[in-house]
């Protein structure tokens, strides 16, 4: 009886820490990665096929393989304009719906906690309500000024918001679409970071709460607000129903009137924008790799 018991607790110290127990396999699950690459080659055809299928439209032509098309692109007509344009758009929008965001995140998470599913709930209204039923409805405000409100100070802001060159109209709108992809963004990066016990140990040390933001918050959002910004950019760059309603010229809406007489040069553009957007994102992907790799937590 003694021999058993002695043999069983040599046995169990052996399995415990003498010699470590084999992991079980289990056969079922072998073999079974397979359909993960199947499930990956059908994306790729979904996103290369027809993008291979564009370049080789504006490639081919009655002389044979030629890139006349692409090299034409920075002189034709209205490229550098509506680009620049909307570029403009872009940068101001992510200006003003940071300068929104940052503060209206840093805020919730510190001192207001318990209104942060009023403020998601706000933010999700622009996916809520339709585009096209918020151009309709800022079109129908903006034709107010010349039927009711001529010759006063507010008629001539609705037409300096509508001035062609610069459309400060467009950049109001955008901000409202892009503040649920912007407010989630930052809200993420808030989320996993230590901002509250950052922000005590600067104010202990003295800073005030500007150089608190730019020396604490956005280095410590970084990523978050690369992430927000790039979102919005994409957006507006690539926004085409609300410049089109309104009726200003964009780049998305000069793509569109140039397909009817140039169509190659129109899939061109289309072609370049998206390898751009895919550079940008690849961009904020090793950014945010980087960093983490310094990070040494």
Known sequence: MSATSAGLSTAAVAGAGGVEPETPVRPARRG?????????AVLGLYFLVPLAASTWFTLRSRDGITADVYTGIPTAEGFAENLGRSLLLGVLTVVIALLLMVPTVVLVEL??????PV????????LLLPPIALVVGVRSVLAWAPDHFYGTPLAEAF????????PWILVLVYVVLALPFVYRALDAGVRGAQLRTLTEA????????????????LPVLRTSVLNAAFITLALVIGEFTVANILGFETFPTWIVRISGSQPR???????????LTWALLLLISALDRRRREEDPA
């Not at 001192?111 to 942060?116: G, I, S, V, Y």
């Open 111 to 116: 001192r207001l906690p318990r209104w942060r």
């Open 119 to 126: 403020v998601e709930l706000l933010t999700l209204v622009p």
């Open 202 to 217: 600067a104010r202990v040390l003295g800073a005030s709460w500007p150089r608190l933001m730019l020396t604490v918050v």
């Open 159 to 166: 037409f300096a918001l509508q001035e062609p060159a610069l």
């Open 265 to 275: 040069l129109s899939v061109a553009v289309s072609v370049l924008s998206l390898l």
């Open 32 to 40: 079974r990665g397979w359909w993960r690459w199947a499930v990956f």
